[in-house]
């Protein structure tokens, strides 16, 4: 149940003509009274006789028995009570007790607590009511409807819980502001898949990410095609922003702007700010292992972004709740970072999970800034390594950053659920499955190289890594030999051998870092977890089959590898008897 206040007008005609109306899309049928504040009020829709305007003088006239200048200048409160479609249908008795809960929650009235405002209740649909109060009260005071958002809401969770409707989780206060019903209508006739409001939030979120300066932020929102307005204090100092989409106008023709706290909590230009809060400090050398396939390549800013994620996964697992939340938030930045540059066939996969984790990179836990700078560089140089090809190293690299960004947002979720963040662990939730389908486009095809050289490895060294693996994990090593992944692991075993490394000691270093439970399969992540850890190209296909020690002779054949990691291929054998 999803209850809405919406704007205070000052017409309460006006209002009334659109619930029994058509509507704009002719989509109210039915229109009628379920309940009023003294259960007799005329019902225009029901009964001949009355009409809109004898119902809207009774609703004003205790508005009108006060002094002018003490009215309201807009005295008509106006909400709406949704159900999700998935809710059984409520009678019209039901909906006249939610409407009597609701206004009495709100402090519009209470029966037992002496006079009220005057408020109808209307029904147009199956699923919703609406709400018309008129904000004076019978005895002449104005009624107190300080926090009626919250209590409107807390009322519905009681109400969702008697009347056997889907639970909704409980709002902190720090989620973006919605869409009005006005903005969806206006992006439906204009052939817009969202609207104004939420392309411009995603827009402004891509020019934050990894940004350093006033200056470089609005030079991105200026090439990403927004309009621009500066709010400047009379020293001149900048208080504020706005933004507009060019071909988005109002009636006049005019552009209709965005205040960027208007767009989300965070989106201010002070809480803009404070996401470079200690830019000018070093960031951590972990990052210089980008550099291997030269400076600001897509390829590199991901292998960057990956040893920036391994270390804020341990971060948000064990670190203080502050520096936890900022890591989160830069979490958030580096989605938008790499949603921004994808390839084609994981670009909406991304997009999706950056917007979903929108939601859960904000809470009533300040995030302490500066600590996250790794990340927030990070996303710096997905930003200026520009777009990835989505094939070779930049395609590889692409499956190994989402693989480990998989961790962080389930690391994150799991911090929400322990705070009773049950909003934001839904949507990190949400954001997690975007990435599991985003990874499983992106690794096909590196994975699939490396499952064919693993295929092709000869009988006595896949048996000799069988035996290193269960000596290195004897707990996994049943799991990941069952596992079509494996073969891809073998491959990377011997060619991380033939690099000079130790395999056994590597493998039980990059299984002990972080659990394994939550990944569907756990050979992919040792795949894409030692490739980063030894260096390893993370695109195979340009190597040579010598690199893989022990192969026997075999033709480079262009067999693929199965469609996603977990999967084989009817009739295809297993490891074991490839043993």
């Excluded at 209508?185 to 104004?196: D, M, V």
């Excluded at 292992?289 to 948000?316: C, F, K, M, N």
């Excluded at 958030?332 to 540059?341: F, H, I, Y």
């Excluded at 140089?381 to 690299?397: C, F, K, M, S």
Aim: net charge neutral; glycine share 8%.
């Amino acid at each position: 149940m999803i209850p809405r206040i919406q704007k205070r007008g000052q017409r309460t005609i006006g209002l009334l003509y659109y619930l029994y109306g058509p509507g704009k899309f002719e989509e109210h049928t039915d229109p009628h009274l379920v309940a009023s504040w003294d259960h007799n009020a005329p019902d225009p829709g029901r009964d001949a006789t009355a009409t809109l305007k004898q119902l809207q003088q009774l609703l004003d006239q205790p508005v009108e028995n006060i002094d002018p200048s003490q009215r309201p200048k807009k005295h008509v409160w106006h909400l709406s009570v949704r159900n999700g479609g998935e809710d059984r249908i409520l009678s019209d008795e039901e909906w006249g007790d939610v409407a009597r809960r609701m206004v009495a929650a709100a402090g519009i009235d209470d029966p037992e607590a002496g006079a009220g405002c005057r408020w109808a209740a209307v029904r147009h649909a199956d699923d919703h009511i609406h709400i018309v109060a008129t904000l004076v009260r019978e005895d002449g005071y104005k009624p107190d409807l300080d926090n009626d958002a919250i209590r409107v809401q807390a009322q519905a969770r009681l109400l969702e819980a008697e009347l056997g409707l889907r639970r909704l989780n409980k709002g902190d206060g720090t989620a973006a502001k919605r869409p009005t019903s006005a903005e969806r209508h206006k992006a439906e006739r204009q052939g817009r898949e969202r609207t104004a409001r939420e392309e411009l939030r995603e827009t402004v979120r891509r020019a934050v990410a990894g940004a350093r300066s006033d200056e470089e932020f609005f030079d991105r929102l200026a090439a990403a095609g927004l309009l621009i307005r500066k709010r400047a204090a009379p020293s001149g100092d900048l208080l504020g922003y706005k933004v507009a989409l060019p071909d988005d106008l109002n009636k006049d023709g005019e552009p209709v702007f965005y205040p960027g706290v208007r767009l989300a909590p965070d989106l201010s230009l002070p809480r803009i700010r404070e996401r470079w809060t200690g830019e000018a400090q070093d960031v951590p050398a972990a990052r210089e292992e980008a550099i291997r396939t030269g400076p600001g390549s897509p390829a590199a800013a991901r292998r960057g972004t990956t040893s920036a994620v391994w270390q804020a996964v341990l971060v948000i697992e064990h670190g203080d709740d502050a520096v936890a939340a900022a890591h989160i938030a830069a979490a958030g930045e580096v989605l938008d970072a790499l949603a921004k540059t994808s390839a084609a066939h994981t670009r909406r996969e991304l997009r999706d999970a950056a917007t979903a984790f929108e939601r859960a990179s904000r809470s009533h836990i300040r995030a302490v800034r500066g600590h996250d700078r790794a990340l927030r560089q990070a996303a710096r140089d997905l930003v200026q390594g520009g777009p990835a090809l989505g094939r070779g190293e930049d395609g590889a690299t692409t499956a190994m950053v989402i693989d480990m960004l998989f961790f962080l947002i389930t690391a994150a979720a799991h911090w929400h659920a322990r705070k009773g963040h049950a909003q934001q662990a839904e949507a990190a939730a949400r954001a997690a499955e975007h990435l599991r389908t985003a990874y499983q486009a992106a690794a096909a095809q590196p994975l699939g190289v490396l499952y064919q050289r693993g295929r092709r490895l000869s009988r006595p060294v896949l048996q000799r890594q069988t035996e290193l693996l269960r000596e290195a994990l004897p707990e996994l090593a049943e799991q990941i030999l069952a596992e079509p992944g494996w073969y891809a692991l073998a491959a990377t075993i011997a060619e991380a051998e033939a690099a000079g490394h130790d395999p056994a000691a590597l493998l039980s270093d990059v299984a002990s870092r972080r659990e394994l439970g939550t990944a569907d399969s756990v050979s992919d992540v040792l795949v894409w977890r030692m490739r980063r850890t030894a260096d390893l190209p993370a695109d195979a296909s340009h190597l040579p089959e010598t690199s893989t020690a022990g192969n026997r002779s075999a033709t480079r054949g262009t067999t693929t590898r199965p469609s996603a990691p977990g999967r084989r291929r009817s009739g295809e054998e297993s490891p074991r008897q490839a043993r």
